[in-house]
Each structure stands twice: as C-alpha cells, then as structure tokens.
C-alpha cells in the first residue's frame, strides 16, 4: 500500500483535506466525484462552513482515497459491524502499490463516472465487478494478466451462484464445464 500521509494526522478534519488537495494538485471537482458528494460540499467542508461528515460512508472514502485510516479522522466512529477486506482487494492493493501509484494516481485512470465505485471496491464496501469487461478494466490499469484476475472473478461468481440458492455440489459437473470454457475464453 502507498506510503501513509502521516505528516496529517494531527490537523483537524477539514485541514487535512485541504492540504491533501494542495500536496497532490487536486482539484475540488475530481475529489467530490471520488468520495460521491457535491462540489459545493467540498467547499464548504474545506472552508468550514459545515461541520465535517459524521458519516461513516464519506468518512471512509476521503480515507482511502487519501491513503490513510479513517480512525485518523476524530469524527470517524467506527460502525458496529466490521468491513471485510476480501482477497480480491487485497490482490488489486498489492498491484497498486507494486506498481508505486498512490489511490488518487490510480482513481484519475478511470473515467470520472466510474471513480466513486473504485473507490467502494477499494474500502471493502462493494465487491469486484462481476462483468468480466468491467474487471479487466481494471486490471489493465494495474497491469494484472487475465489468467490472474479469473480466479477472483470465478471465486466472486462461485459465492454469488451458491449464496443465491444454487446447490454446487449436486450442479458440480454443469458449474465446472462452465468455468472451464470461461477459463479457455479469457486465454484467448
């Protein structure tokens, strides 16, 4: 993961986003589309107008794509149930930082639209796409093979097929047949 802004931490809320936006020469509007919130409430958050989100969600997202913690945030509470990093995350983070780009360098990749639900994707609050275009779009930004995203993708997949009331083991041969022809497509 890219190097923590540590030099922040002890700035209130709205100063640290300030100066986050300053050091890394974003502008307002792209930080508002990355965190899902307006302009103006950027404005207003930076200029303290408004108090600073109490809002887990936003909180969550000004911290991942800051690269920091949302603990170092005093107006963070942590929620009641965990998020779950899964492996998949956890694989995308480890390309991210092997290829030394920081989340902000690695959101301005993809279409504006799209940013916001990286950023979910990237905090654990939103699994991989389960459209195989969209995650190879993905990982095309990291440099990430197809032979090795498609186990994520297919483990994704398994989950969702079993959780949705699909019995694997009686359906094994059909499920299997049908991975190994999505396996051979993508080595195309």
């Known amino acids: 993961m890219p190097a923590k802004n540590k ?3 002890n700035l209130k809320s709205s100063e640290k986003v300030a ?29 303290n107008a408004i108090p600073f989100s109490t809002r887990s969600t936003t909180i969550e997202r000004i911290a991942t794509v800051m690269d920091v913690e949302p603990e170092e945030f005093d107006e963070y509470k942590i929620p009641q149930e965990p998020i779950l990093i899964d492996d998949s995350v956890e694989f995308l983070r480890e390309k991210q930082h092997e290829k030394n780009l920081s989340t902000v360098q690695f959101l301005k990749a993809f279409p504006r639209k799209k940013r916001l639900e990286i950023v979910d994707i990237l ?4 699994p991989i796409p389960l459209d195989w275009k969209e995650l190879t779009l993905i990982a095309q930004v990291l440099d990430i093979r197809n032979e090795d995203i498609y186990p994520y993708w297919e483990a994704r997949l398994r989950n ?19 991975f190994s022809c999505a396996r051979e497509y993508i080595e195309k």
């Not at 792209?30 to 302009?39: K, N, Q, S, W």
């Open 123 to 126: 905090r654990g609050a939103s």
């Open 160 to 178: 969702l097929m079993q959780a949705a009331g699909v019995n694997m083991q009686s359906n094994a041969g059909l499920i299997n047949t049908m």
């Open 19 to 47: 100066l986050f936006l300053e050091r890394n020469n974003l502008h307002k509007k792209d930080f508002a589309e990355m965190i899902g919130v307006t302009l103006s409430y950027v404005y207003n958050l930076i200029d």
């Open 7 to 9: 030099s922040i931490v």
